[in-house]
């Protein structure tokens, strides 16, 4: 798709969005983020594809924002700076499910970008860290994705401490779901790709919006939306091909 951020799109509607910048440590410069965004617009817009693995090339996923970049300033006849919404509200509202390969380290804004991911796994002896105090700001935007997924003892001790943690620790924050072998990270994406493959591309996409919407409800405004969602979902022409289908004992259409 462009310089700093490729795409593959597999026969199975898997549409891999590769940060390929490894020079600049697939830093969030502007560049690479609005190719990021165009990436992640283009998953929207394809029905034929189905899930999206978020990856890297080089040693570290992604290092944060492009410091030697931000520290220039911005220039006042250049392009609009990117709003971070479009990418990480991207991911969130993508109505497909975004699985992330973590192959390399990540910190700072490269932490939100992996937490972001749907599910993600990642590779043992890769580093994570809220280090964004340590150049004399705060992990503002990320944790807006970051510490809903964090107790509030351990998201202080991340945040104001600026310390880097082994991918086993991430996981246990809940920001990253597995840590592997380098040797098994292909086999552990694959597992879920393969699953997220069975079910139903309108389930999946219903199945996120419930994730982002219930725990921000009352429990009897929460009962009232999932009602709604529940009985459209019943009526749809998929819904109505998986019951079918189990009944049958056959595999649905879509798989």
Wanted: with cysteine; net charge negative.
């Amino acid at each position: 798709m462009g310089e700093r951020v490729t795409t593959t799109l597999d026969e199975r509607g898997v549409f891999t969005i590769t940060l390929d910048d490894p020079d600049n440590r697939n830093a969030l410069s502007q560049h690479l983020c609005r190719e990021l965004i165009d990436a992640l617009r283009d998953a929207a817009e394809r029905p034929e594809i189905r899930v999206v693995v978020l990856t890297n090339t080089g040693r570290i996923f992604c290092a944060g924002a492009d410091l030697s970049e931000r520290s220039s300033g911005t220039d006042p006849d250049g392009p609009a700076p990117v709003d971070p919404l479009d990418i990480f509200g991207g991911i969130r509202d993508l109505p497909k499910p975004v699985v992330g390969r973590i192959a390399g380290h990540a910190v700072a804004g490269g932490m939100g970008l992996a937490a972001s991911c749907d599910l993600s796994v990642a590779v043992h002896g890769t580093k994570f860290g809220f280090t964004e105090v340590r150049v004399g700001v705060a992990p503002a935007i990320i944790s807006v994705i970051c510490l809903p997924k964090m107790r509030h003892a351990d998201a202080a001790d991340a945040f104001l401490r600026g310390n880097r943690f082994p991918a086993e620790e991430a996981a246990r924050l809940g920001l990253i779901n597995e840590a592997v072998e380098e040797a098994e990270l292909d086999d552990a994406v694959e597992r879920i790709v393969a699953d997220l493959l069975l079910g139903g591309p309108a389930a999946l996409a219903a199945t996120k919006s419930l994730l982002q919407q219930v725990p921000s409800r009352s429990f009897a405004d929460g009962l009232t939306w999932a009602a709604a969602l529940s009985a459209e979902l019943f009526e749809s022409d998929e819904a109505q091909e998986g019951m079918r289908s189990f009944l049958e004992k056959r595999p649905p259409n879509w798989a």
